[in-house]
């Protein structure tokens, strides 16, 4: 495919990216890469069944070609794969419909991609697909996922043989002897450049002795799994710049994809947008090629749903729908007020449980976010059955509107106003963080300047370095957190993860946070209330005591054992959202002094074991005087 500006090479019928050519550069791609390893869309896939998220690595390989449009203002190409009960056990069983369309004057190219199950194919499931451009490591080493994300990069050789000394696991690497000295000492890991849905709108790469730069788009979160705080992979080092539209990470086994024996199934994922620039001239600034990436995603973005893709799974514009309104939200304890949910999170998802959204994968999403006053329209939705969602920072809980909402081509739905009641029973005697799904507001300490990243010192996201959970064991090599409720700051005195404590070699112990409080006067006979939120947890179990020890009699409330999200490995600050109620007779307090266990008790993944709270908070009984 060329229009004048842009050549793109791709292989007759595996749809393989081999070359890509553009301002007098013969191939932005990989040359000494073999022609399947330059550009290519690929999954992961297993039985049904199977558990984790790991499974069979599919490099999707077209058996088929076809020219679908071809005339003056674009040409869409198709690479197809048909699945048929011969390729049991070789390949997913899915049709797959790789598509790339050029259009006239256009300075990249769209790529998207139709995926398909029929009831009668066995059952699978879908960790993982995505698409990978594999660019020229020598040329290609300023990397920008956002304005304060953006570095010059390492060699991938730096990460093998003598070069690197790989760390806790695989990902993560200590470069020891790299070609360049200034990378010495750093840890490189893909993990570090990971980011939220919501912001993961535009990454790539920059050549500063090509003058040029090579940038991914995703116009739009509708087909990417998890909603907007599901976390990717972006670019990392190879240099590879990546478009995921699945993946499991940060959620585990939770967001794996799993179609069911005589379940149908289709969907679009893309198109995504390859976009190329240059500098105008030799005196400009490099670094303006990602001002224009930007300004080049809000195109896009505006441009959204696309009038030009051939496939009529594609929904144009009109096949789709909006919906309006306006969120309030009364906290029955402060007032009959209504609030305004300001800057709240609303969407649409398939119908579920409350909260199911953040591990939905088969369908399509559709997020806003409301103005100061609470007021929201969502537009271009897909026709089907929806529930609305919404969650606020400041509250607890998510919100889920009591009907399903029916899309229908051109619909224009004003639901008015809707109210959430969070999660209430009583006034709060204590809480601790900001309900915001987030650690973040936590202590993150300082990392061990062994293992850092030099783009995170100083920088507002200092929980992306390696080895935090290391510092745990450190700062409290005998004792645990004790947090007094009244004189400690949770901003310096709680560690942002519960993690577990080294006591030797590859042995770990749980550990038993305190909080500490004053009640004046406990109310006899009646219930307190507990609301602990989570940001995440990974194969980790939450026991709850009161006032007493350790012994199993004690114990008011466990977990269980909960969460694969991996985020404390993956330098995250939160994975899927949990929130648990629990009821706390006032016969566990006392009057005066009380003191609240929280133990982390599995050690089975040594430091990688543990939780991360997002907010806590004791609410006294309820009083009919207490409400309003």
């Not at 409350?354 to 409301?370: I, L, M, N, R």
């Not at 619909?411 to 204590?430: A, K």
């Amino acid at each position: 495919m060329k229009n004048g500006i842009v050549e793109v090479t791709i292989s007759k019928p595996d749809g393989f990216v081999t070359g890509i050519s553009y301002h007098g550069v013969n191939n932005l791609l990989e040359s000494h890469n073999e022609d399947y390893d330059r550009g290519y869309w690929d999954l992961v896939w297993s039985e049904y069944g199977t558990p984790g998220t790991t499974g069979n690595s599919e490099r999707i390989k077209g058996t088929s070609f076809e020219v679908v449009v071809e005339n003056e203002e674009l040409v869409e190409i198709s690479f197809t794969r048909k699945w048929d009960s011969s390729l049991q056990d070789h390949i997913a069983p899915i049709n797959v419909d790789k598509r790339f369309i050029m259009r006239k004057d256009v300075t990249g190219f769209y790529s998207y991609g139709i995926f398909e199950h029929l009831a009668e194919w066995p059952a699978f499931n879908l960790p993982q697909t995505r698409i990978v451009y594999k660019l020229r490591k020598d040329k290609f080493r300023y990397m920008a996922v956002a304005d304060n994300r953006q570095r010059r990069m390492p060699l991938p050789e730096d990460r093998l043989g003598k070069r690197g000394r790989p760390l806790a696991y695989p990902e993560a690497v200590l470069l020891v002897h790299p070609v360049e000295e200034e990378f010495k000492g750093e840890v490189d890991d893909k993990y570090e450049y990971s980011c939220e849905n919501k912001d993961l709108k535009v990454h790539g790469w920059i050549s500063h002795n090509l003058d040029l730069g090579f940038w991914q788009i995703i116009p739009s979160n509708e087909f990417r799994s998890g909603g907007l705080l599901k976390q990717n992979l972006t670019s990392h080092v190879g240099p590879i710049s990546l478009a995921m539209f699945i993946s499991a990470h940060y959620a585990g086994e939770d967001m794996v994809m799993k179609v069911t024996a005589g379940e149908s199934w289709k969907k679009v994922f893309g198109p995504v947008f390859t976009y190329l620039n240059c500098l105008p001239d030799q005196t400009s600034d490099p670094l303006s090629l990602w001002q224009d990436a930007k300004n080049q995603m809000l195109i896009e973005v505006q441009s959204w749903p696309y009038d030009f893709p051939a496939c009529e799974d594609f929904a144009s514009s009109d096949k789709r729908g909006c919906i309006s309104g306006r969120l309030l939200v009364r906290d029955k304890l402060l007032s009959d007020e209504l609030l305004p949910a300001n800057g709240a999170f609303i969407g649409l998802a398939p119908p579920g449980e409350v909260g199911s959204w953040q591990t939905e994968s088969k369908g399509y999403q559709f997020w806003t976010e409301a103005d100061a006053d609470g007021y929201f329209t969502i537009n271009n939705i897909r026709e089907g059955e929806y529930n609305l969602n919404a969650y606020v920072t400041g509250w607890i809980g998510d919100y889920q509107y009591e009907q399903l909402v029916t899309i229908t081509a051109g619909c224009n739905i004003d639901i008015s106003s809707i109210v959430y009641e969070p999660p209430r029973d009583g006034p709060t005697v204590w809480e601790i963080g900001i309900p915001d799904r987030s650690a973040a507001e936590f202590f993150v300490p300082d990392p061990n300047p062994k293992y850092i990243n030099k783009l995170y010192i100083g920088h507002p996201d200092r929980f992306r370095q390696y080895g935090l959970w290391e510092r745990y064991t450190e700062l409290y090599p005998k004792e645990d957190l004790v947090f007094t409720i009244g004189f400690s700051d949770y901003k310096k005195d709680w560690f942002f993860a519960h993690v577990t404590r080294k006591i030797g070699d590859d042995t770990y112990e749980k550990t038993t946070w305190q909080i500490k409080f004053k009640l004046e006067k406990v109310q006899q006979n009646s219930t307190y209330k507990l609301r602990i939120a989570l940001a995440t947890a990974n194969v980790a179990e939450l026991q709850v005591r009161m006032n007493e020890d350790e012994s199993e009699k004690s114990l008011i409330f466990t977990t269980g054992v909960i969460g694969h999200d991996n985020t404390i490995a993956r330098h995250g600050i939160h994975g899927l959202y949990r929130l648990y109620n629990v009821d706390v007779p006032s016969e566990k307090f006392v009057d005066g002094d009380n003191t609240l266990f929280l133990t982390q008790a599995m050690t089975t993944l040594g430091a990688f074991n543990g939780l991360m709270y997002d907010y806590i908070r004791l609410e006294e009984p309820c009083l009919a005087s207490n409400f309003h």
